[in-house]
C-alpha cells in the first residue's frame, strides 16, 4: 500500500492549497484517514481526520480555515488550506488506516508534501 500525496507549494499569506493524498495498491478499504504536518524543529501534528463514514475532527490552530474530505470510490483524501499563514508552513503527511489482507488493519504515511506560507 502507497499513499501518494500531493498539491504543496509556495503561497503568500492568506492564499489557499488543496492536498490530495490517493492512497494504492492491495487492500480491502481504507478506514481513518488524516493529515499531519511537521514544521522545523517541531514534533510532527494533527491537523486534521476524517472517518470512513465523515466525521471529522480539526486541530485548533486551522478550524474555519481548513476543510478536510475523502473520495472513498476513489481512495482519496484532501484538504483545502484557505486563509493560510506564515505559521502554517511545514511538511503536511498523510495518514491512512487500511484493511489489508485477511481485514487486518494497518497504519500507513504519505511521504509528505512542503507547503510554504511567504509574509
Known amino acids: 500500500v502507497q499513499l501518494q500525496a500531493s498539491g504543496g507549494g509556495v503561497v503568500q499569506a492568506g492564499g489557499s492549497l488543496r492536498l490530495a493524498c490517493a492512497a494504492s495498491?492491495?487492500?480491502?478499504?481504507?478506514?481513518?484517514m488524516g493529515w499531519y504536518r511537521q514544521a522545523p524543529g517541531k514534533e510532527r501534528e494533527l491537523v486534521a481526520t476524517?472517518?470512513?463514514?465523515?466525521?471529522?475532527n480539526y486541530a485548533d490552530s486551522v478550524k474555519g480555515r481548513f476543510t478536510i474530505s475523502r473520495d472513498n470510490a476513489k481512495n482519496t483524501l484532501y484538504l483545502q488550506m484557505d486563509s493560510l499563514k506564515p505559521e502554517d508552513t511545514a511538511v503536511y503527511y498523510c495518514?491512512?488506516?487500511?484493511?489489508?489482507?485477511?481485514?487486518?488493519?494497518?497504519?500507513?504515511w504519505g511521504q509528505g508534501t512542503q507547503v510554504t506560507v511567504s509574509s
Open positions: 495518514n491512512a488506516d487500511v484493511e489489508e489482507v485477511h481485514r487486518y488493519e494497518y497504519n500507513h
Open positions: 495498491g492491495s487492500f480491502f478499504r481504507v478506514n481513518n
Open positions: 476524517i472517518t470512513r463514514a465523515g466525521y471529522i
